[in-house]
């Protein structure tokens, strides 16, 4: 059930509440759903299927997993890599819920008004939007200013956000000072995180029940007081409303696409590591099935919520939906503090609002920590794994890389990280290479054997049929889209970064894309032999000492760790054996019983 949980947790985070509502809006309402249940069961459920079950057969994170072909090593180094960027940017959005959390325990929310020594005299609280629209009643006045005055008037919630918050600059040439209140926040979140992963998945497991359940009883209580509010009807209506051209649109399925893979976490190797943890014989094809449940079901209820707020928030100004749903961080702290301060007993609802920001994005974080250490200790020996200072040391460096964004310039910095480091582009290019590796390198029958030995039978075959064919395919049609239509990156829309800032965004992009060609050519070159020796040789697998379970009888358990399980001359035997932690790289470890099942050999 830790497991369950953990998934949950890492899976369910804060692109289901903030980016699936809105695509889902902007992309045809309800005839969105049929795009992203496609791409579910072509790519989301087929990836973290694999992932899953990679990590419990080979009882590794997400690096020394990929010894089942080890000239594609690389791919462990590309997911580390990938999940770094992720733990190093992803915690600025905790420690802004962390920060707006705080401010939120007041009387009077500081986001509600104009009179704090932040906001500037083109601060207006609320007005009726459509009182000055198309260019009609121009004599109409607010707080002495005519329509024209305020078509320059920005809200108090928005000079909170980039005045107080943010202390914006010019751009990214322009850091400026630290923000030290946002710093402070920073800090707290990370030694939260520190402490409830030092001690590894026992610990997790456990801290993960509250932070992955909270959630939903704060969506449920949020669901029950916006569909009572004002204007809640005709948010949902927006939300649901299938608009059936938009399926033509090729961007529709390329959003669909994006989402499934960012909302199932796949390509950063923490799945894999939550499936190191489990029992060999888990059934880990059940839980994917539950687990791509909750997670897709959570994102369309969450819509729900979203958009009976948002709905008042319309009614409330004078505007259409369509100027208030916003996606990412605009919905976050912006769009949805300016609705909630407009409720009865505001800070109570914003206390909620953020707690429940902070709980979806920190389980999220516990994990994507936990499957960058995992592969980092699978790589030390066991004498060097002093787990408590290199997850010390991964929050620090990650803390200080961090301070780059808590300056006055640092949500160019934070953009940078989002759009390229952690991108779609970096999570397709990563889910295309598993396929084939263990579709095409390792062999898709033999994959679907070794997990028919850890739960008893062989999943339908439409797995087999994903890894080899459909999934790859998807996944480079959807990156080929992202290269042919790749646009520079703007802050806002208005801000265009400067070339430089583009070539730190690729870099950190290619960082983890070129891990995988750089490393299988430095393993082909680096070993001895023709071509085809060295191919043979270079993705033969190398077991561990768990494999014990595949020993056959006579057969010497140092062969285990170079050659396959089952061979011509044994049968396979299935051995009761500890399940040992990954990093034992020898059998001398293993405590092993008398056999009791035997299981004919499969070609």
């Known amino acids: 059930m830790d497991y369950i949980m953990s998934c949950v947790g890492f899976a369910v985070g804060l692109g289901n509440v903030w980016r699936f509502p809105y695509l889902c809006y902007k992309n045809g309402g309800g005839a969105f759903l049929i795009p992203y249940l496609l791409f579910i069961f072509l790519g989301g459920i087929p990836i973290f299927f694999l992932e899953i079950s990679l990590g419990q057969f080979m009882k590794a994170g997400g690096i020394a997993m990929w010894n089942i072909a080890p000239l594609f090593k690389g791919l462990g180094y590309a997911s580390s890599v990938i999940v770094f960027f992720c733990n190093t940017y992803y915690i600025m959005v905790l420690a802004w819920a ?6 939120s325990f007041t009387a009077v929310l500081p986001w509600s008004t104009c009179t704090n020594y932040w906001n500037t005299e083109n601060c207006i609280e609320t007005f009726r939007h459509d009182a000055c629209r198309n260019g009609t009643n121009s004599n109409y006045t607010f707080m002495n200013k005519t329509c024209e005055e305020l078509e320059n008037a920005t809200s108090p919630i928005i000079e909170f ?19 030290w209140e946002v710093t402070l926040c920073l800090l707290a979140v990370w030694v939260l995180v520190y402490f409830c992963v030092w001690k590894g998945v026992k610990s997790t497991g456990k801290i993960v029940y509250f932070t992955a359940m909270f959630p939903y009883l704060v969506l449920l209580i949020l669901l029950v007081r916006g569909v009572t509010l004002p204007g809640a009807d005709d948010g949902i209506m927006y939300y649901l409303k299938p608009n059936w051209s938009k399926i033509q649109e090729a961007q529709v399925w390329i959003d669909a696409g994006t989402q499934v893979f960012f909302s199932y976490a796949i390509g950063l190797g923490a799945l894999s590591a939550l499936g190191s943890y489990n029992r060999f014989n888990n059934n880990c094809y059940r839980d994917t099935f539950v687990l791509a449940l909750i997670n897709s079901g959570t994102s369309f209820f969450a819509g ?7 709905g008042f928030m319309a009614a409330e100004q004078g505007v259409d ?28 609802w914003s206390t909620l609002f953020f707690l429940m920001l902070l709980m979806l994005g920190l389980d999220s974080q516990f ?5 960058f250490i995992t592969g980092i200790l699978d790589l030390l020996p066991l004498k060097y794994s002093k787990r408590k200072i290199i997850v010390a040391s991964c929050c620090i460096l990650c803390f200080f890389i ?39 390198v390792y062999g898709a029958n033999r994959f679907m054997d070794d997990i028919a030995r850890m739960i008893g039978y062989r999943p339908f075959p439409w797995m087999k049929w994903c890894w080899s064919f459909f999934t790859p395919c998807v996944c480079m049609g959807i990156f080929m889209f992202y290269l042919v239509n790749y646009k520079p990156l703007t802050y806002n829309s208005v801000y265009v970064y400067p070339w430089w800032g583009e070539m730190i965004g690729w870099c950190m992009a290619l960082s983890s894309m070129l891990c995988i060609p750089i490393s299988v050519a430095y393993k082909l070159i680096m070993a001895k032999g023709s071509f085809r020796q060295r191919w043979e040789s270079l993705t033969k697998p190398v077991w561990g000492a768990h494999h014990l379970e595949y020993m056959a009888p006579g057969t010497n358990t140092q062969n285990l760790l170079s050659s396959s399980p089952g061979t011509e001359d044994n049968e396979v035997i299935i051995l009761k054996s500890s399940m040992l932690p990954a990093r034992l790289k020898g059998p001398r470890e293993a405590k092993i019983t ?10």
């Open 98 to 103: 962390f920060y707006y959390l705080i401010k």
């Open 304 to 310: 729900f919520v979203v958009f009976s707020i948002l």
């Open 367 to 371: 994990v994507g920590v936990e499957g």
């Open 402 to 440: 961090d301070l780059s964004m808590v300056t006055q310039g640092g949500i160019y910095v934070f953009q940078l990280f989002d759009y390229y480091s952690a991108s779609g582009m970096t999570l397709l290019w990563q889910a295309f290479w598993e396929c084939i590796v263990v579709a095409w």
């Open 321 to 348: 939906i369509s100027e208030v749903a916003k996606s990412g961080p605009g919905l976050a702290f912006i769009a949805y503090p300016k609705a909630v301060s407009m409720m009865p007993v505001a800070p109570v």
């Open 161 to 179: 956000w980039e005045n107080k918050v943010l202390h914006i600059s010019e751009g990214l040439d322009s850091p400026g000072q630290i923000n």
């Open 594 to 603: 008398k056999k009791t099942t035997t299981i004919p050999k499969t070609s």
